[in-house]
């Protein structure tokens, strides 16, 4: 049993930038992959960037830029910078984490509302 726990979320004007954290507390193992989704109001769940431990990163077009993807493997703690925020980054951001090969399996963390105004 892994638990997130996010935080960072906030409100910010259109340009603005915020740094997304998660931190991962439990039976966590050495090889896994951690990732961000975000759920707009009325959208599904889409996922945004997915880190590995070994720092292989991968990021939807639509984020490709201005966000970036990282880890601190010592803290257990993924982070999203989110930089040049639009109006449609607006969301619930939620953490994922899985055991390596195991992705069906994973936890997932209470989300974070970021709000980007125009």
């Known amino acids: 049993q892994v638990q997130l726990v996010e935080s960072g979320g906030g409100l910010v004007q259109a340009g603005g930038s915020l740094r997304l954290s998660c931190a991962a507390s439990?039976?966590?193992?050495?090889?896994?992959?951690m990732s961000w989704y975000r759920q707009a109001p009325g959208k599904q769940r889409e996922l945004v960037a997915t880190i590995t431990t070994d720092d292989s990163t991968n990021l939807a077009d639509s984020v490709k830029g201005r966000f970036t993807i990282s880890r601190d493997n010592a803290k257990n703690t993924v982070y999203l910078q989110m930089n040049s925020l639009k109006p449609e980054d607006t969301a619930v951001y939620y953490c994922r984490y899985y055991a390596a090969g195991n992705w069906r399996g994973g936890s997932w963390g209470q989300g974070t509302q970021v709000t980007v105004s125009s």
């Open positions: 439990g039976n966590i193992f050495s090889n896994n992959v």
